[in-house]
């Protein structure tokens, strides 16, 4: 994953856990009868990245590999909402 894709990520995910949050809030809304009147306040935060591990470039140049490994980036954002229902 390039690091323009990773950040498009990273800017994509609090927008998304905000429409999860509020369909949730919605669904607990509706089981009690009541609406959401308004947004009151947003907060997010984006989790920190995981620490990568820094090598030189000295070291490809000599022919030590550099290690490359498989998988998967792991990119999360919580969202505190407080709604105003009526």
Request: net charge negative; no cysteine.
């Amino acid at each position: 994953m390039s690091n323009d894709q990773e950040d498009m990520f990273r800017k994509e995910a609090p927008i998304r856990a905000l429409f999860q949050a509020m369909k949730k809030a919605e669904g607990l809304a509706k089981a009690t009868g009541l609406r959401i009147k308004r947004v009151v306040n947003i907060a997010y935060g984006p989790k920190d990245r995981p620490p990568y591990l820094q090598y030189s470039v000295e070291a490809g140049v000599h022919g030590a590999p550099m290690p490359v490994e498989i998988g998967e980036i792991s990119i999360e954002a919580s969202v505190d909402v407080i709604l105003e229902g009526n």
